[in-house]
């Protein structure tokens, strides 16, 4: 896999661009500046074929609709976080930033499907608590981690869709997962999953 991280927007949503050997690429979480996207799509001669949201808060979805309709692609996210795509209120654009942003989506997914693009298969992890219908794609040794797990941190739990009680199992679910991947968070530095088991306190409490 080729992958390239993009921090976008006013709060630094990471975008993420995961790419087949072929050069095809899944756009993961495109949060605001679609041109910038598009131009490195456009610098590592990148074919766009899918967008995949971990989850649908304004500032992972900002440039969402703008590439959906520019590229022709598809656009996926978990069934739970389908009403915050078309809900400024709901998606926090509003409330947080004074902005509507909205979006339409092509399919919604479900706990452990999986998206196949060439060689890469993106295994759904339903990890609702940040929002109802947060996930994490897991690929490869990957793990893309939206705002549920961060390195040494996670996702609020106050905004519309959240529950504390909901990322507690949630983490739980990660924690337990077999062997070590590469977090890639919507926010902030990458980490390890091995690493946040020890250094993580939300991950430690667990133990």
């Known amino acids: 896999m080729q992958l390239y991280a993009l921090p976008v927007g006013e709060i630094g949503t990471n975008c993420y661009l995961a790419a087949s050997k072929q050069g095809n690429a899944a756009i993961v979480d495109p949060g605001a500046e679609p041109e910038r996207i598009l131009a ?7 074919t766009p074929r899918l967008i995949l949201l971990t989850h649908g808060h304004f500032d992972h979805i900002g440039a969402a609709g703008d590439l959906r309709r520019e590229l ?22 509003q409330g947080l930033m004074g902005r509507t942003v909205t979006s339409a989506y092509d399919r919604l997914l479900e706990d452990e499907e999986k998206i196949a693009l060439d060689e890469l298969l993106f295994r759904v992890i339903h990890t609702p608590g940040h929002t109802r219908g947060s996930v994490c794609f897991d690929c490869g040794g990957l793990l893309l981690t939206g705002d549920t797990l961060f390195c040494q941190g996670v996702g609020r739990t106050d905004l519309y869709g ?19 991947r ?19 306190l939300y991950l430690r409490a667990m133990r």
């Open 40 to 46: 490195l799509l456009r610098a590592h001669n990148l």
């Open 72 to 93: 022709s692609i598809p656009l996926l996210l978990h069934s739970a976080d389908a009403e915050l795509l078309a809900d400024p209120v709901k998606n926090g654009g």
């Open 162 to 180: 959240g529950s504390a009680a909901a990322l507690q199992r949630s983490l739980l679910r990660l924690s337990a997962l077999e062997g070590d």
């Open 182 to 200: 590469k977090i890639l968070p919507g926010h902030g530095p990458s980490s390890t999953l091995d690493a946040e088991r020890t250094q993580n």
